[in-house]
T-cell receptor, first 115, second 115 residues
């Protein structure tokens, strides 16, 4: 079974600081995909960034980047120059694999950006 | 609309009643997913459709849960004989095609409360 673990239930940083959210996963698949989603109070999950496991280069989207360590099965999210609008729940997710297309999510990290 | 929409936004029902939750995917998306998100947890996969057929229903918790997508667009999640433990946010997502590489786009969810 696939598992995704987010060990930080909540994090709080000052505006403009850099913050890193951790995620580890477990899979027996060789070809899989990893995602970070943001869920603000509106409940709508918004894709932040994605990484293909076969690509060694870490994905980057503007202020968001990942540190993908395949051997360690680690997939952390770095947010640079954090903004008040970054306050939300952040979920790490993995494509389920085994031919199924559903995602397996972690429990989430509540990120609070303080003014 | 441009995104995934779900109705109703909130639903309150009594234990033992029947409920239907509706999802309108992004136009042209062939794959549709249902997830359930309990309080303080990440979303859990329920069922996935490719076109009109349920390609994977391994996440449905029991036979009280059923979903349809008769014309390959709108989907309805049906819950019979609701129980208090069914209270959660039910999220729908769609993707352009099936496959683990596809990005899933989420709707705002339906918050179900069973009294």
């Amino acid at each position: 079974a696939q598992t995704v673990t987010q060990s930080q239930p909540e994090m709080s940083v000052q505006e403009a600081e850099t913050v890193t959210l951790s995620c580890t996963y477990d899979t027996s698949e060789n070809n899989y995909y990893l995602f970070w989603y943001k869920q603000p109070p509106s409940r709508q999950m918004i894709l932040v960034i994605r990484q293909e496991a076969y690509k060694q280069q870490n994905a980057t989207e503007n202020r968001f980047s990942v540190n993908f360590q395949k051997a360690a099965k680690s997939f952390s999210l770095k947010i640079s120059d954090s903004q008040l609008g970054d306050t939300a729940m952040y979920f790490c997710a993995q494509s389920t694999g085994g031919g199924a297309d559903g995602l397996t999510f972690g429990k989430g990290t509540h990120l609070i950006i303080q003014p | 609309g441009a995104g995934v929409s779900q109705t109703p936004s909130n639903k309150v029902t009594e234990k033992g009643k029947y409920v239907e939750l509706r999802c309108d995917p992004i136009s042209g998306h062939t794959a549709l997913y249902w997830y359930r998100q309990s309080l303080g947890q990440g979303p859990e996969f329920l069922i996935y459709f490719q076109g009109t057929g349920a390609a994977d229903d391994s996440g449905l918790p029991n036979d009280r849960f059923f979903a349809v997508r008769p014309e390959g667009s709108v989907s309805t999640l049906k819950i019979q004989r609701t129980e208090r433990g069914d209270s959660a946010v039910y999220l729908c997502a769609s993707s352009l095609n099936s496959g683990r590489q596809e990005t899933q786009y989420f709707g705002p969810g339906t918050r179900l409360l069973v009294l």
